[in-house]
């Protein structure tokens, strides 16, 4: 799909993982012992048949550029390729730094690629979608935007700060925030498709409104003061938004699930990631695992139980990591008891013996810290 171009959006300002965005962008995060979260809608571009993409950088960008320079998503560098987009202009104060101001410093790259249609999608959600199929109900329908949706029933809990679409016959008439009052809603997923036109139209409506209007501002407008035909299109799969430290400790121990990873992940719909050349992961005698998923490169002498284990971790003997997240090339030492913990990279967590989160507020440690 030559005419379209992909956009990875920035995150909004209600996403605050804490702890884990403090040195990456979410995007650049950890997922489930292998992948990055921007991997699974990058792939999705991708395996869409969509290879013109651009994504949008808010704060923190090394990590992020980094991973996916050596990333290959399947794209035919001859006919498409990723541009990283980051603001050039210096914000006097955080608030301003929005997808609007991005998508305006950045036009000249939309317009010069001249595509027919735009798909915007989200870079802290990890679903599996067709994008080629949501563009021909876009175009079937002769919608001016279309937007994907999820029904859930843990909105008083998850998805916080995430639009609630409210719909009849099949369209959006009305838009409201999560604010957590209603355990079942119709959240949006923050991926639209409208053609380029109207793309560039509503950027520039945006800013001529305020200059805090972000991209999910001015659609409410769009549908509730222009009378604008926005479809709704229900997405069945799995979803989750990592727009908080509990949001992403819930997605991990959901994922390492094989029925919900498969939801993500199947031969036909491969999630493409940064290639690791470490050696197979070594279980020694007395490792017991169970539940959990280990990547590659680590030596496990511990206990793993229901954890998502990153690349080249090391868990000593006698060490039982539980319900718990390690980042790639942590060490655990004996003896120590880890449950309801996310341990971020480089970590070594050796003369504090027992350390214990809850599945509501998971305990955190930080990056490269040694306790």
């Not at 292998?34 to 949008?56: C, E, K, P, Q, W």
């Not at 319900?323 to 449950?339: G, Q, T």
């Amino acid at each position: 799909m030559s005419k379209v171009i992909g956009i990875l959006n920035m995150e909004p300002s209600y996403v605050n993982v804490q702890g884990i965005e403090d040195y990456r962008p979410i995007s650049a995060a950890s997922a489930f012992g292998r992948y990055r979260v921007a991997d699974f809608m990058l792939s999705n571009f991708t395996n869409s048949g969509i290879s013109n993409i651009h994504v949008h950088i808010k704060n923190r960008p090394r990590s992020i550029i980094e991973h996916i320079h050596r990333t290959n998503y399947n794209i035919n560098t001859k006919n498409g390729r990723i541009l990283l987009l980051h603001g050039e202009k210096p914000y006097s104060n955080e608030i301003y730094n929005i997808d609007i101001s991005s998508f305006a410093q950045n036009m000249q790259f939309v317009e010069e690629s001249n595509p027919s249609y735009i798909v915007i999608a989200p870079c802290h959600f990890i679903f599996k979608q067709d994008f080629s199929a949501l563009l021909k109900t876009h175009i079937e329908q002769k919608n001016d935007v279309t937007m994907l949706y999820q029904n859930v029933q843990d909105a008083d809990e998850y998805f916080l700060g995430c639009d609630v679409l409210l719909t009849e016959d099949g369209y959006v008439k009305q838009t409201r925030k999560n604010r957590g009052k209603y355990k079942t809603g119709k959240i949006s997923l923050e991926t639209y498709v409208l053609s380029a036109p109207m793309f560039m139209d509503l950027v520039k409506k945006a800013q001529e409104t305020s200059s805090l209007y972000s991209f999910s501002d001015v659609i409410k407008d769009a549908i509730e003061k222009d009378g604008k035909k926005v479809g709704a299109v229900r997405h069945s799969g799995y979803a989750a938004c990592m727009n908080s430290l509990k949001a992403y400790f819930s997605a991990s121990m959901d994922i390492r699930k094989p029925k919900e990873l498969g939801k993500l992940i199947s031969d036909d719909w491969p999630v493409y990631t940064m290639t690791n050349d470490s050696c197979p992961t070594l279980y020694k005698e007395k490792a017991h695992v169970t539940g959990s998923i280990v990547g590659n490169g680590c030596i496990i002498e511990g206990t793993v139980i229901d954890s998502v284990i990153g690349r080249n971790v090391v868990i000593k003997e006698g060490a039982v990591v539980k319900n718990s997240v390690i980042l790639p090339d942590a060490l655990i030492n004996k003896k120590v008891r880890l449950e309801n913990c996310v341990v971020d990279r480089f970590a070594i967590v050796t003369h504090t013996k027992e350390l214990e989160g809850t599945p509501e507020e998971p305990l955190y440690v930080r990056r490269r810290d040694r306790i």
